[in-house]
């Protein structure tokens, strides 16, 4: 990118016909077709320096650039498919880290190659004439490879050629919709669940979406805040799928098409309204681990009993007033947490649990600890705190020389 003295003088930098863009009073503002658009997206590194982006009169606000790479370790992400990929390898990296001492942490760091915030390299250099430069670069290289959703976040890349594509550049317009299908088909779990949740995927029409789907071959799906009481019944159509957490979705109904997904080892679906659970759930021969915390739950269904491979239940914060005696012929069960629910009482077929190890009863409504749990032979944990009595010291005792801890 070759800037003129001119352009730097007056901090204007003009990226193709549609797209502009300017630093005004230390912000950095992006035109297109001569209006601006609002735009929020967060990154991890290099904070409080500002930079907007204006497309149809909405403003974009970009709060920083990702991170800088030195020259010499550049070839260490050869194999990074986009900047969410390479943004969630940071993420994994500085988790890492944060476990870590000061001397781990720099020598992580120094391995992975990147720039952190307060570095001198950043104070120095980075300062809102850096970023806009910054900006303007990456811009140009994603308007001249064909807007190229992988080379911008995807909080920024999809936004903006949505009102590229308002703005009637013909590019965008041809563009718009295969780069939703590549990201979709990339099966890259923070992008797709972006597409799903900021609802890209609408743009697909029937047939398009179908196709998606039926070539789609990932393994997991993460979706947050994404739908309102019921799951699109073309999620039940990724066949492929051995993950699926759905959480806060204000979810009051299960689809019997939960069958469909019959390769399912972890189901999640928490903090959400469902009252029932469907039996077609019991077509799940392959689900190791439920999770149904948080929803409002009184019962389930007979055919959770064919769950064979189950090893974890998840209960907790539900309705359950009565324990479901059906789980008592999970033979595979490891995990079972019942906390914050309304039991008082537990069925003596509950010792047929034999590979149960863990037990969670706390936040309920016993008035005695259940003589039933001494007969477990594998038990190793049980939490019963915040229920309506005290445990003794004789009750600790028995449990611990049964090589049981009590909580």
Same mark, same amino acid.
């Given at each position: ?231 699109? %019944?073309?999620?039940?159509? $990724? @066949? =492929? *799928?051995?993950?699926?957490?759905? /959480?806060? #979705? &204000?979810? !009051?109904? +299960? ?92 069925? %003596?077929?509950?010792?047929? $649990? @034999? =590979? *149960?190890?863990?037990?969670?009863? /706390?936040? #309920? &409504?016993? !008035?005695? +600890? ?38």
């Amino acid at each position: 990118m070759i800037i003129s003295k001119k352009d730097r003088i007056m901090k204007t930098y003009r990226i193709n016909d549609y797209i502009t863009i300017k630093l005004e009073n230390k912000e950095t503002f992006i035109y297109v077709d001569g209006i601006k658009v609002p735009f929020n997206i967060r990154f991890y590194l290099i904070k409080n320096k500002e930079t907007f982006i204006y497309v149809n009169g909405i403003k974009f606000n970009c709060k920083s650039l990702l991170m800088a790479i030195p020259i010499p370790t550049i070839s260490k992400f050869d194999k990074v498919g986009s900047i969410d990929e390479l943004e969630d390898r940071l993420i994994d990296k500085l988790m890492e880290e944060s476990s870590d001492n000061i001397e781990n942490y720099e020598e992580n760091e120094t391995s992975l190659g990147i720039g952190r915030a307060e570095d001198d390299y950043f104070e120095e250099y980075m300062q809102p004439e850096g970023f806009f430069w910054g900006h303007c670069s990456n811009i140009q290289a994603w308007a001249e490879n064909g807007y190229d959703t992988c080379l911008l976040h995807r909080n920024l890349a999809f936004p903006l050629l949505k009102e590229l594509t308002k703005a009637g550049d013909p590019l965008a317009k041809k563009v718009f919709k295969e780069e939703i299908a590549k990201r979709f088909a990339s099966g890259f779990r923070t992008v797709v669940t972006y597409l799903i949740k900021e609802k890209y995927i609408q743009y697909l029409d029937t047939d398009e979406l179908n196709t998606l789907v039926e070539n789609s071959n990932f393994k997991e799906l993460y979706l947050i805040h994404c739908f309102s009481k019921k799951i699109p %019944e073309w999620i039940f159509e $990724l @066949k =492929s *799928l051995e993950e699926l957490r759905i /959480s806060d #979705n &204000k979810l !009051t109904t +299960l689809s019997d098409s939960i069958s469909k997904l019959t390769s399912l080892k972890i189901l999640e679906i928490y903090r959400n309204k469902l009252s029932a659970i469907p039996e077609s759930i019991g077509k799940l021969s392959s689900l190791e681990k439920l999770n149904l915390v948080g929803n409002q739950l009184s019962s389930l269904p007979e055919s959770i009993a064919k769950l064979q491979s189950l090893k974890e239940l998840h209960l907790h914060s539900n309705k359950f007033t009565v324990f479901p005696e059906v789980i008592t012929k999970l033979k595979s069960l490891q995990i079972l947490g019942f906390s914050s629910n309304r039991l008082s009482r537990l069925p %003596e077929s509950i010792s047929d $649990l @034999k =590979s *149960l190890r863990e037990l969670d009863l /706390s936040h #309920n &409504k016993f !008035t005695e +600890l259940p003589r039933c749990l001494m007969e477990f032979k594998g038990l190793r944990r049980v939490t019963f705190n915040s229920n309506p009595f005290s445990l003794n010291f004789g009750t600790r005792k028995l449990f611990r020389e049964n090589d049981i801890l009590l909580y």
